[in-house]
């Protein structure tokens, strides 16, 4: 019997977890399905990589970490997959200040609520800057309101002037909810839906530009060009705005809400430790970065301190882009409670990467929900898809999944409209 998809080609364009999600949801409905991905691997920005401690070696994430609370397509997945998710035995939603001792996590806490709380009353195009300096007029603690500051802008990946309001709803969640990472790495997750697609992965594929047309697309590679029923275009927001590096079709509307958005600029930090810590979680309030030591498959805690600082101030003030030796001399003074190994740190920098340009993406100030809806809107046979894409999750690794689901399921209803 022959099925209304079984004559549709469609090309996903990023094979990060947008992608492959697209990707492998329409190949379970049939769809000639291929993949175009510019790097040497599947991932994206979700990448894992072992390194070496004394104590044997340990797997890192150089991207997206934590499973959160409310993956739940991530989780389904992962199931799908026969992956399993480790505690970390610490809590993502809960970071000691190192630089203030006096300062505990239930008076963060408190003033994040009260934060969130405020950010709700203020008038649309409001940042959280706006909402901290009213905050501050409150007779709040100035500590405590920088600490909050300083937790969005790590978190966001962006100046606190650059972010709506309400991103404060998610940096006032201070309960100690668990913490999971996939049992050998997260990366494994995109291994593993790259596996059912097989060959029509295709590595190296630097697409220069996509033609939409009604009835189809047209897709042109550095060496090659097709023409598809259907194209998910499923790249970073960076390279998505960048016209000079891939010519997309778009629309004002669209032009207007990617406008919306804030480019995150992130870096990530590991260093080896000659003693196995316990669990923990401390923010650099002026250095705008946190560190945290967790479990790993092995139940044990790994030997491994990792960090992660948000805001391209951030970066260009300890010049991670440069050398990671700067950041390593303050995460050790931050950290004095752990014993280090004597060997080079690991940074990664996403903004430097040419397939990301940076991590992910946070709405502005200037964002409107109906606006913001446009982005996954398609034109002609052209479809949209990824973390800065979806409403809910915006810039989390469960957003771009959701978000190529979604991409999947339009393409099926207008195939199936079509027949």
């Known amino acids: 019997m022959t099925r209304p998809t079984d004559h549709v080609r469609v090309a996903v364009l990023g094979a990060g977890f947008a992608g492959l999600a697209a990707a492998t949801h329409l190949d379970g409905a049939g769809v000639d399905v291929t993949v175009l991905e510019a790097r040497d691997r599947v991932g994206g920005r979700?990448?894992?990589?072992?390194?070496?401690?004394?104590?044997?070696?340990?797997?890192?994430?150089?991207?997206?970490?934590?499973?959160?609370?409310?993956?739940?397509?991530?989780?389904?997945?992962?199931?799908?997959?026969?992956?399993?998710?480790?505690?970390?035995?610490?809590?993502y939603y809960v970071r000691e200040l190192a630089e203030h001792p006096d300062i505990t996590t239930d008076l963060v806490a408190e003033a994040g609520t009260r934060a969130a709380r405020l950010a709700r009353t203020m008038p649309a195009g409001s940042s959280v800057l706006d909402v901290l300096g009213r905050l501050g007029w409150l007779d709040v603690d100035p500590v405590l309101v920088e600490a909050l500051r300083s937790r969005v802008e790590v978190s966001n990946a962006v100046d606190a002037s650059e972010v709506a309001a309400s991103a404060?709803?998610?940096?006032?969640?201070?309960?100690?909810?668990?913490?999971?990472?996939?049992?050998g790495g997260n990366q494994r997750l995109?291994?593993?839906l790259a596996a059912r697609l097989g060959d029509r992965v295709r590595l190296g594929q630097v697409v220069r530009a996509v033609v939409a047309r009604d009835g189809g697309a047209l897709v042109r590679t550095e060496d090659d060009e097709a023409w598809l029923d259907h194209v998910v275009v499923a790249l970073p927001l960076s390279l998505v705005r960048d016209r000079d590096l891939v010519e997309l079709p778009t629309t004002p509307a669209r032009e207007r809400a990617l406008a919306r958005l804030a480019q995150g600029?992130?870096?990530?930090?590991h260093l080896p430790l000659a003693a196995t810590p316990a669990t923990s979680a401390v923010l650099s309030v002026p250095c705008r970065f946190w560190t945290w030591t967790a479990v790993d498959a092995t139940g044990g805690v790994a030997p491994v301190?990792?960090?992660?600082?948000?805001s391209t101030a951030a970066l260009d003030r300890l010049e991670v882009a440069t050398s990671g030796r700067r950041w390593a001399r303050s995460a050790k003074a931050l950290r004095a409670d752990l014993t280090f190994a004597d060997a080079e740190p690991l940074v990664s920098t996403w903004?430097?990467?040419?397939?990301?340009?940076?991590a992910y993406?946070?709405?502005?100030?200037?964002?409107?929900?109906?606006?913001?809806?446009?982005?996954?809107?398609?034109?002609?046979?052209?479809h949209f898809?990824?973390?800065?894409?979806?409403?809910?999750?915006?810039?989390?690794?469960?957003?771009?999944?959701r978000s190529g689901r979604r991409a999947a399921q339009r393409i099926l209803a207008a195939v199936t409209d079509q027949n």
């Open 305 to 310: 301190l990792n960090g992660f600082m948000g």
């Open 351 to 358: 903004r430097d990467d040419p397939w990301a340009r940076g």
């Open 265 to 269: 600029h992130a870096a990530k930090l």
């Open 361 to 382: 993406a946070s709405p502005s100030p200037s964002a409107v929900a109906d606006e913001l809806a446009l982005l996954e809107e398609p034109i002609a046979g052209v």
């Open 168 to 183: 404060l709803d998610h940096a006032a969640s201070f309960e100690p909810l668990p913490s999971h990472r996939v049992d």
């Open 190 to 192: 995109a291994l593993g």
């Open 46 to 91: 979700v990448w894992s990589q072992r390194l070496e401690t004394p104590f044997g070696s340990s797997v890192v994430e150089r991207g997206a970490e934590f499973v959160l609370d409310g993956y739940d397509l991530f989780r389904e997945i992962a199931t799908s997959l026969g992956l399993r998710l480790v505690d970390s035995g610490m809590s």
């Open 385 to 401: 898809a990824g973390e800065y894409a979806e409403p809910e999750h915006t810039g989390l690794m469960e957003g771009a999944l």
